[in-house]
């Protein structure tokens, strides 16, 4: 086995899922190597190393600056091609899943994603997937190499295993191809405003498009307010511009573990679920009674959230007076 | 401007994997994959300001056929659907293989996906799809614009907004907070049935079986199992008193 861990980064640091990744692959293969992808990043190699990579390739140019997709897969496919990687690891994100899926078209390799575990089975590599909204796991496999899997983010916690770690540089020269420098970055990683951090927070209401308008948000809030908790919104209606972006749980937002979990309206996709699974206790509020939401919520209400939040605020606020 | 919009038929409720061959069952009912609904819509919103067409591109079983229409009865005008028996069971790149070649048939400006498979959770296959074409790719646009031989695609990530712009041609895939997409109207469903809609099987595409279906896919899938149970989960229809049930249920474990 050679695997190779796709390190991403931003603001100067290797992003924590990636190193989960990273320590992850080195329980199951003795030479792992990570590759940094960026301008400017030479320093970064050095970090990879204290989570057990024996070796780092870097390509540091221009043309990576921004996290786009495309000049990235032009620098594995050579990457893996030339060193006959087998095994190359992502952790999911917007970009890890696009450079992902294009590396796959470009190497004719199989790609098996949202893996929440990897293992060896006799002799084979074998990758865990929880499919049709978490009710089935499949085990999803590779007929031949190159092996390329994507892993849920927060699968994997980094594991530091060298305080001065003795790593391998190696400098990449990639080729680009001229249709993978088409798309150009014009602002990057703008957050549109800033709230309250919801990551501290003992308890939570969240809001979901159930909630119909944006001013029904005052729904939520006092309810959050009621409970002393913070508000938080999902990806569709931050997107929408309901709700700002500093509050957002899921995939592409914060992952939150409070005690308690409030979800009015949210009908509990996958990427919501993954940001907030870890809640100590879970009540949802949906009018859907097929909501996936339901299929994790400790208590889940049908009903509408109209009726429901605002007498709920009432009777929390008659308790604590 | 032509503007070619990737569609899935994916099954509806009751979803479940057949044992035997551990694919998708596939028989029952079957509807558009949700989130392509907002490429469709977001190709019509582009038709509708520049003028041009939408034609439906999507690989299934004849069953997709339903898909297809669905997105001609709100206004797409017309549909190309690839069909074959021997394209069962493709992985990403075996779909992107056929993706591509029916794609370059029709030579849009812009090829439009939805930002996931309803049924897989699959959120790759646009950049697979472009690096075939190789044309460039952004992905999970919220809000999109088109100017001066370029689009503009603005796109949320795990640390805020980017914006990124590509030459036409190029590929994209929105997000479902992109728009709110159209019902098809009395007379788009009445005449969805006499626009141009043609099923190719894979050598109509040029294509050979090896480079896809079951053949040409490199994933596999091993085994299916059960999910780790988790605790007990309670759900009750509100009758009026839910509020007091879930302070009941807070208070029991001193959350309130």
Redesign the interface.
């Known amino acids: 086995m050679s695997t190779l861990v796709f390190l991403e980064h931003h603001g100067n640091e290797l992003l924590k899922p990636s190193l989960g990744v990273l320590s992850k692959a080195t329980t199951l293969d003795q030479d792992v190597s990570g590759v940094v992808l960026g301008s400017g990043v030479r320093g970064l190699a050095e970090q990879a190393g204290k989570f057990g990579a024996a070796r780092v390739f870097v390509a540091d140019r221009p043309e990576l600056e921004a996290p786009l997709p495309q000049p990235r897969v032009d620098a594995l496919a050579g990457l893996v091609r030339d060193r006959e990687f087998d095994t190359v690891l992502f952790a999911s994100s917007v970009l890890a899943a696009d450079v992902a899926g294009g590396l796959a078209a470009r190497l004719g390799a199989g790609l098996n994603w949202d893996l929440t575990d990897l293992v060896q089975q006799n002799g084979s590599l074998i990758g865990k997937r929880p499919a049709l909204g978490d009710t089935v796991y499949v085990d999803v496999g590779w007929k031949d190499g190159p092996r390329l899997a994507l892993i849920r983010p927060g699968t994997f916690d980094p594991q530091g295993v060298a305080e001065t770690p003795s790593v391998e540089i190696e400098d990449l020269e990639p080729q680009f191809e001229d249709f993978s420098l088409a798309a150009t970055m014009v602002e990057q990683a703008h957050a549109e405003s800033e709230g309250p951090s919801i990551e501290d927070a003992d308890v939570i209401v969240a809001g979901g498009r159930g909630l119909g308008a944006p001013e029904n948000f005052k729904l939520v809030e006092e309810l959050a307010q009621a409970l002393g908790g913070a508000v938080a919104a999902t990806r569709a209606v931050v997107d929408a511009g309901w709700y700002p972006y500093a509050t957002q749980v899921g995939q592409t937002g914060k992952s939150v573990s409070p005690k308690l979990y409030i979800a009015c309206g949210i009908s509990g996709a996958i990427q919501h679920k993954v940001g907030m699974q870890g809640s100590g206790l879970i009540v949802a509020i949906n009018k859907d009674p097929n909501a996936p939401i339901f299929e994790y919520s400790d208590l889940g209400v049908v009903g509408d959230l109209n009726d429901v939040v605002p007498k709920l605020t009432e009777l929390v606020r008659q308790r604590k007076s | 401007m032509k503007i070619a919009v990737c569609v899935k038929h994916v099954p509806e409720q009751s979803?479940?994997?057949d044992p035997a061959t551990?694919r998708l069952d596939r028989s029952g009912e079957g509807a558009i994959n949700p989130f392509d609904v907002h490429a469709v819509e977001e190709a019509l919103k582009l038709k509708e300001d520049r003028g041009g067409e939408v034609v439906v591109v999507s690989m299934g079983p004849a069953g997709a056929q339903d898909s297809v229409r669905k997105a001609l009865a709100m206004g797409a005008d017309s549909a190309l659907l690839i069909t074959d028996e021997a394209a069962a069971g493709s992985?990403?790149?075996a779909t992107?293989n056929v993706l591509a070649a029916a794609l370059e048939s029709e030579a849009p400006d812009l090829v439009l996906f939805g930002q996931q498979a309803g049924?897989?959770?699959?959120?790759?296959?646009?950049?697979?799809?472009?690096?075939?074409l190789?044309?460039?790719?952004?992905?999970?646009v919220?809000n999109l614009s088109v100017a001066d031989g370029k689009v503009?695609g603005k796109?949320?990530?795990?640390?805020?907004?980017?914006?990124?712009?590509?030459?036409i041609p190029?590929v994209l895939a929105v997000?479902?907070?992109?728009n709110e997409p159209r019902y098809p109207s009395l007379k788009g469903i009445m005449g969805a049935r006499s626009k141009p809609q043609r099923t190719v099987s894979l050598s109509e595409l040029g294509l050979e079986g090896g480079v896809t279906g079951e053949a040409g896919?490199?994933?596999?899938?091993?085994?299916?199992?059960?999910?780790?149970p988790?605790?007990?989960?309670?759900?009750?229809?509100?009758d009026?008193s839910?509020?007091?049930?879930?302070?009941e249920?807070?208070?029991e474990?001193k959350?309130?």
């Open positions: 979803k479940r994997i551990k992985d990403l790149v992107a049924d897989s959770d699959g959120a790759v296959l646009w950049a697979a799809v472009a690096d075939r190789h044309r460039p790719v952004i992905s999970q919220a503009r796109r949320q990530t795990e640390f805020g907004y980017d914006v990124i712009e590509a030459p190029a997000s479902d907070a992109i896919s490199k994933t596999v899938v091993q085994a299916l199992s059960d999910p780790p988790r605790g007990d989960t309670v759900k009750i229809e509100d009026g839910a509020a007091e049930k879930i302070v249920f807070l208070a474990r959350l309130v």
